[in-house]
């Protein structure tokens, strides 16, 4: 199994940063794509962005340059640093991992999501 391990969500001012992180551990034989999603009070949950274990990385609309998504291989924390912050970024966010675990005598791959950290920019 994987746990995530989601942290640096919080309170912050329009115009404020703040760094996301989320720590896979567990019987991990590779994680692939890393992502981080959002959900807003009464709205679905959305893309913010992802990264693939090529490094490759896709961001929501209008996210790209204000945010930066990245990994650490060796520590198996995807990380998404969040500049610029406006009201309307206020939500739950979730980091959302596809991993591949050893499982007994076999190797399965699957979807993983983290527990949620709540950020809150003010106006």
């Known amino acids: 199994q994987v746990e995530l391990v989601e942290s640096g969500g919080g309170l912050v001012q329009t115009g404020g940063s703040l760094r996301l992180s989320c720590a896979a551990s567990?019987?991990?034989?590779?994680?692939?794509?890393m992502g981080w999603y959002r959900q807003a009070p009464g709205k679905q949950r959305e893309l913010v962005a992802t990264i693939d274990d090529g490094g490759k990385t896709h961001y929501g609309d209008s996210l790209k340059g204000r945010f930066t998504i990245s990994r650490d291989n060796v520590k198996d924390t995807v990380y998404l640093q969040m500049n610029s912050l406006k009201p309307d970024d206020t939500a739950v966010y979730f980091c959302n991992l596809y991993v591949t675990i050893y499982a007994r005598t076999r190797l399965e791959t699957d979807q993983y999501w983290g527990q949620g950290t709540q950020v809150t920019v003010s106006s």
């Open positions: 567990g019987t991990i034989f590779r994680i692939h794509s």
